[in-house]
Structure formats: structure tokens, C-alpha cells
């Protein structure tokens, strides 16, 4: 029996001559004519998003390496078929493995951005969803679910948080792998108008794999996010507060170390994510010691300091 086919609206169907699927509002390609590196990179302006990765997230150095990778194999794409090379677009979907925290998502809109700017999908926003948006509780939910989120993600990327969830092999009346199948499908007729990356935990998303065999082989890139190290976490500690207009006093940036120290042995830690948390509660605790003190008058330097008391203050040193 062969499989349902899926048309998603707003999409083009793919020609039976060709692997390569043309969508109808694809923009002027800036690099047409592009002979050289460098005039690719000056008519797309990907060299600039590659920097923001590199400022922007601490750390990471196999996934921006990795990243590079996928753009400098674009860039070349590029140039050979300016030269009238045969070339069929190369598949894109990817997998990010990695624990919480990690930089998936943020990762995951720069490759959006290169992706759009190398003319390789025509929009570059990126659509976020998880299981509960692609999967209906009851026979004939999941399918309009699962290609509403398509229409929306076609011409850009499409992040599914936490994939593994959408197969649940116990429950043989879940849906999940009805929008599997949609996925599948999409993702090899649609490949030249739809990215689609899948991430979540690094076990999980092998399993994941393993027990979709089909969804393995459309997957062309692979990228491990290591977790941080407590170097690192400060790093973004101090980038975060920055951006907030905020700082560390005197013994706060040490306090701020013993607490991370101790937090990253608990349950649940979630890397970057959970150093916003916590700064997130320092200010709180800040804003309470100067709320006390109402006759005082508050200058610069007063609203934008984290006291190491501010740190200390947490529950994590109290049960320590």
C-alpha cells in the first residue's frame, strides 16, 4: 500500500522530473553572477551573522565550527552553480543534541538568517513548536494540526523542541507517528522551500532515530551542544547583566561562582537557562534589600550593583 500524500497550502508540489522543488516567491538571488568567495559573502552579508554567533554565545566552539562548515559548503554550492555545475540543493535538515540551556534554540534562528540570506529558503523565520502543537488528541485532529504548523514554517525553519516526544511506541493510540509520516513526507518533497531541525536531549533524540529509521536518513546534519563549564556560565553571567544594565560588586562575582558550583550538582540544571533564573532571583532580592530601606536616596551605581548578599541570599547555600 503506498503511503497518503500530504499537500501542504502555500507550498509547490514537486516536479516529477526533478528532485528540486522551485517555490513560486523566491526572491532575486543576490549572488547570481558571484565568481569568488568574497562576493558571495558581500552580497549576502552571511560573514555578519556568522559574528553575531561568535559574540552572541558564549562558548561553542564545535557547534559555530560546525555551522561555519554549513556555510562555507553553501557559499561553494553557490558558486558552482553560477558556473553552470551540476548541483542538486543539498539537504538541510539537521538535529541538535544537547541538554538545556545550550544555545539549540538561538543556534537554531542564525541558521534561519544564513539560510535566508544564501537564498537557500525564502523567508528565514523560524517557527518553534513542540509535540502538543503537531499532535491532536483524537483521529483526525493531527494531520491539520501537523500541516497548519507547515504552512506556517514553509520558507524558513522549522525547530521541533523535545522530537523524540512525537513517538510513543507504549500507547498504540497515539498519533504521533501520523505527523511523523506528514514530516517525513514534507521533509523530502519540500526540502528546497522548508528546513526542519529537530532537537532535544542526546539519548533521547538516538533513540529517537533508531526507532525512525526514515527520519534518520533525511537528517544530513548532526550537531552536539556541549554542556557549559562554570567559566563559561560566569561569562554569560556577566553578558547577561551587561544587557540589563546591571553588574556584579565586590565578592558578588565570586558568590555568584560557589553558587553555580552547587547548583550545577543538582537535578535539572539547565546551563544557561538556569544562570538567567538565578540572576533573575538575585535581582529580586536586590530590589527587596533596597525597597527596605525607603529613605535612602539611590544612585547609579546603588540600582545597578548585585550584592554578594543578593547571591547569598538563595536557598541553595542554605541547604548546602
Do not use: W
Request: aromatic share 6%.
Amino acid at each position: 500500500m503506498s503511503s497518503p500524500s500530504y499537500a501542504i497550502p502555500g507550498s509547490t508540489p514537486p516536479a516529477a522530473s526533478s528532485p528540486l522543488v522551485v517555490a513560486a516567491e523566491r526572491p532575486v538571488d543576490p549572488t547570481a553572477g558571484a565568481r569568488s568567495v568574497a562576493e558571495v559573502l558581500a552580497g549576502t552579508q552571511v560573514e555578519a551573522v556568522l559574528q553575531e554567533l561568535d559574540t552572541d554565545l558564549v562558548g561553542l566552539s564545535p557547534v559555530k565550527a560546525r555551522i561555519r562548515d554549513i556555510a562555507a559548503l553553501l557559499v561553494i554550492d553557490k558558486l558552482r552553480v553560477n558556473l553552470g555545475l551540476v548541483s542538486q540543493a543539498p539537504s538541510l535538515h539537521m538535529s541538535f543534541s544537547g541538554n538545556p540551556g545550550t544555545g539549540k534554540t538561538t543556534v537554531a534562528q542564525r541558521m534561519a538568517q544564513i539560510l535566508h540570506r544564501l537564498g537557500y529558503v525564502r523567508k528565514g523565520h523560524l517557527v518553534s513548536v513542540t509535540r502538543d502543537d503537531l499532535v491532536g488528541q483524537y483521529i483526525g485532529h493531527t494531520a491539520p494540526k501537523t500541516k497548519e504548523v507547515l504552512q506556517r514554517a514553509m520558507g524558513g525553519v522549522l525547530f521541533i523542541d523535545e522530537a523524540y516526544y512525537l513517538y510513543r511506541p507504549e500507547n498504540e493510540r497515539d498519533y504521533g507517528q501520523e505527523a511523523i509520516e506528514i514530516l517525513l513526507q514534507v521533509m523530502e518533497n519540500q526540502r528546497s522551500d522548508l528546513v526542519v531541525i529537530l532537537a532535544g536531549y542526546h539519548d533521547r533524540m538516538e533513540t529517537f532515530f533508531q526507532s525512525n529509521p526514515g527520519m534518520r536518513s533525511r537528517i544530513a546534519h548532526h550537531l552536539d551542544f556541549p554542556d557549559y563549564g562554570v567559566a563559561e556560565l560566569l561569562h554569560i553571567a556577566d553578558k547577561t547583566l551587561a544587557q540589563q544594565h546591571y553588574c556584579f560588586g565586590v565578592d558578588a562575582a565570586q558568590a555568584f561562582e560557589q553558587y553555580l558550583t552547587l547548583r550545577m550538582q543538582q537535578p535539572q540544571f539547565a546551563n544557561a537557562r538556569s544562570v538567567r533564573n538565578a540572576l533573575d532571583r538575585a535581582r529580586l532580592r536586590q530590589a527587596s534589600r533596597l525597597f527596605a530601606d525607603r529613605e535612602r536616596v539611590l544612585d547609579a551605581q546603588a540600582l545597578t550593583t548585585i550584592d554578594a548578599q543578593d547571591i547569598l541570599a538563595s536557598r541553595m547555600f542554605q541547604s548546602s
